[in-house]
């Protein structure tokens, strides 16, 4: 029984990785295309800022003020009108302008809104209060927020500290300590915890592979660099292990004690995401994954697991003798 959940978790895995195909590049005919100076310049824009002409972004920030008047005449300080967008206004970027004598910031974008109004506004000042338009991207402007992450450590320390206090008093299973009899929920904490460093690590050495993703996300780890397409195959994994696990402890455990359960496993996964992500950031996460590997697989292995099959009702039995569900002898 064990080996072929496994078997099938395997075929799942591989069928979902060949099931998106990547199709190979056409050979174009760019030599014979000549582009205009402002289509080079679009080019170039858009392969050191990952954005360009006709992008869309959202405002995340409470509001953001943009300049009627153009960034010329802003920069020689002559009178200016400004108009405000509020938050989650949809802009669409309808021209870029580089203004080298400028001290604060060369770049300026104009921005069209919902409304057809058109405004500017330096880059620099422009992208801590937007997001691109894709859930893919709000979802990882959100993960990387400092004051949600602080917030986030806060309350699932709290709340894993009273937890594992409850599951204690209560003598109930839990992840890594006393754990079920599966080995599904100590590889969804091992795929979370080496994703959360895999997630810091390419921030640290490939920072424009994560800048450029974070701009054009997508889901499908061929159409991405190798090591953000580990990442995304990692991404994919999780949610299949994490169904594996949920239905072992549906069939393991009561249904409170299975709530029980999957809480403490997503607090563990929880603090697995947090000191990985934060630690490896500091090269200090790498010891810590190959300590909590060797920790979680030897605590695996401690526990006494299912060994045998009954013959006769296919109940799992830790031991040879009678079925404790039908009473059949297996020898």
Not at 30 to 45: G, H, M, P, R, T
């Given at each position: 029984m064990r080996r072929s959940k496994i078997i099938v978790l395997i075929l799942l895995i591989v069928s979902l990785l060949t099931g998106c195909y990547h199709r190979p590049a056409i050979k174009?005919?760019?030599?014979?295309?000549?582009?205009?100076?402002?289509?080079?310049?679009?080019?170039?824009?858009?392969?050191?800022?990952?954005?360009?002409?006709?992008?869309?972004?959202?405002?995340?920030?409470?509001?953001?003020?943009?300049?009627?008047?153009?960034?010329?005449?802003?920069?020689?300080?002559?009178?200016?009108?400004?108009?405000?967008?509020?938050?989650?206004?949809?802009?669409?970027?309808?021209?870029?302008?580089?203004?080298?004598?400028?001290s604060v910031d060369s770049v300026w974008i104009q921005l069209g809104t919902e409304n057809a109004r058109f405004g500017w506004i330096h880059e620099s000042r422009l992208l801590p209060k937007v997001v691109p338009d894709d859930p893919i991207s709000e979802c990882i402007s959100t993960f990387s927020d400092t004051h949600l992450l602080i917030f986030l450590i806060i309350i699932v320390i709290i709340g894993f500290a009273y937890l594992l206090r409850t599951i204690l008093q209560k003598n109930a299973k839990i992840v890594h300590f006393n754990d079920i009899d599966s080995f599904y929920p100590t590889f969804l904490c091992l795929i979370v915890a080496l994703a959360a460093a895999l997630y810091a690590s390419i921030q640290?050495?490939?920072?424009?592979?994560?800048?450029?993703?974070?701009?054009?996300?997508?889901?499908?780890?061929?159409?991405?660099?190798?090591?953000?397409?580990?990442?995304?195959?990692?991404?994919?994994?999780?949610?299949?292990?994490?169904?594996?696990?949920?239905?072992?402890?549906?069939?393991?455990?009561?249904f409170g004690d299975a709530i029980l359960y999957t809480f403490g496993l997503a607090g563990v996964c929880a603090i697995d995401y947090i000191l990985f992500s934060i630690s490896t950031l500091y090269f200090v996460g790498y010891v810590l994954l190959a300590f909590y590997y060797y920790f979680a697989i030897r605590q695996y292995l401690k526990h006494d697991h299912v060994k045998y099959v009954c013959g006769n009702c296919g109940a799992e039995l830790k031991h040879k003798g009678r079925c404790p569900h039908c009473g059949a002898i297996n020898d």
């Open positions: 174009s005919r760019a030599s014979l295309v000549q582009y205009s100076e402002k289509q080079l310049d679009s080019i170039y824009f858009s392969s050191t800022h990952h954005y360009t002409y006709r992008y869309n972004f959202l405002v995340k920030s409470d509001s953001l003020v943009l300049y009627v008047q153009q960034p010329v005449e802003i920069v020689n300080n002559m009178n200016t009108d400004s108009f405000t967008v509020k938050h989650h206004t949809l802009l669409v970027v309808s021209d870029i302008h580089i203004v080298p004598q400028d640290i050495f490939v920072p424009d592979v994560w800048q450029d993703f974070y701009y054009h996300p997508t889901l499908d780890p061929f159409r991405v660099p190798m090591l953000l397409s580990f990442f995304l195959i990692l991404v994919w994994a999780m949610l299949i292990v994490g169904l594996a696990a949920l239905d072992d402890i549906r069939k393991q455990l009561p």
